[in-house]
């Protein structure tokens, strides 16, 4: 894999917050600054869904490709058929093979936490394995 991302936010159909991560960062970070970076990369997911873009039109991908764009980083987005939301924050380029990677990656660990046995529906999902798989994929 080569270009990793530096942040990545996962949210349901409302846009509530379900898992958010940045790189370097042992705890899931809730400080003003991290959680507009989430948000407008959100907005800027359903403005893409509602144009017709990846899952929201009759395109069969997930990928939405860049949704958000700051002068040091690019904000890529993935949404699927249940209204998970998945932002994912890169310093640089990155392939769109790796993106489509990493978004997948995410996609299937964050849908292994959200219907265990033990997750808490409505909640934000606290899932060692969840943050391990994360983590994996975050750059150091």
């Not at 934000?124 to 798989?133: C, E, H």
Request: proline share 1%; glycine share 10%.
């Amino acid at each position: 894999m080569g270009a990793r991302p530096t942040f990545v936010a996962v949210a349901n159909r409302e846009n509530t917050l379900k898992f958010m991560r940045r790189s370097g960062s042992s705890v899931v970070e809730d400080d003003g600054a991290t959680l507009r970076r989430a948000h407008a990369a959100l907005d800027a997911i359903d403005a893409a869904v509602a144009r017709g873009c990846g899952s929201g039109g009759a395109s069969t991908t997930r990928y939405l490709g860049e949704c958000h764009k700051t002068h040091e980083t690019t904000t890529l987005g993935y949404a699927n058929a249940t209204g998970t939301k998945i932002a994912l924050e890169y310093e640089g380029d990155v392939r769109v093979e790796d993106a489509v990677e990493t978004f997948d990656a995410i996609a299937e660990a964050y849908a292994r936490a959200a219907s265990g046995a033990f997750a808490d529906v409505g909640e934000r999902i606290d899932s060692d394995a969840l943050r391990r798989a994360v983590d994996a994929l975050l750059a150091s």
